[in-house]
């Protein structure tokens, strides 16, 4: 899977991401190697936020912290999810962040699509 960045693996991207969400008060943070399960990403980042100001300012966090770096988001059209309240996307080719509510996450569970892949640790 291709990265958005030239220097920053993608392990260390999906790692971060992590961390700067924990550090943003997210809760249930797992990062998922889904490397040889999907050619959509080698890594997931599923977190859950309290509120949509949550959401809003653990995603403009991280896409600060990136952009910093020299690492953007794919550019595509946006979908009804990314649109939500309750559920947005960050697409960094390799890595992909979803930062969604508890009930969001619950009904969508991802954890669960994703079940063979392999937790990571993040701190």
């Keep these: 899977m291709e990265n958005t960045t030239k220097k920053i693996a993608p392990i260390t991207l999906a790692k971060e991401a992590a961390r700067l969400f924990w550090g943003k008060k997210g809760k249930k943070i797992v990062v998922l190697n889904v490397h040889k399960l999907t050619t959509i990403a080698d890594y997931i980042v599923i977190g859950t936020v309290e509120s949509s100001v949550q959401m809003a300012t653990v995603y403009d966090f991280i896409a600060a912290?990136?952009?910093?770096?020299?690492?953007?988001?794919?550019e595509r059209q946006q979908t009804k999810v990314e649109q939500s309240p309750n559920w947005r996307i960050m697409d960094y080719g390799s890595v992909i962040v979803n930062i969604m509510t508890q009930p969001t996450r619950e009904f969508y569970s991802l954890?669960?699509?994703?079940?063979k892949a392999r937790k990571l640790t993040f701190r």
Excluded: A, T
């Design 65 to 74: 912290h990136f952009k910093q770096k020299g690492c953007f988001q794919i």
């Design 111 to 115: 954890e669960k699509i994703w079940h």
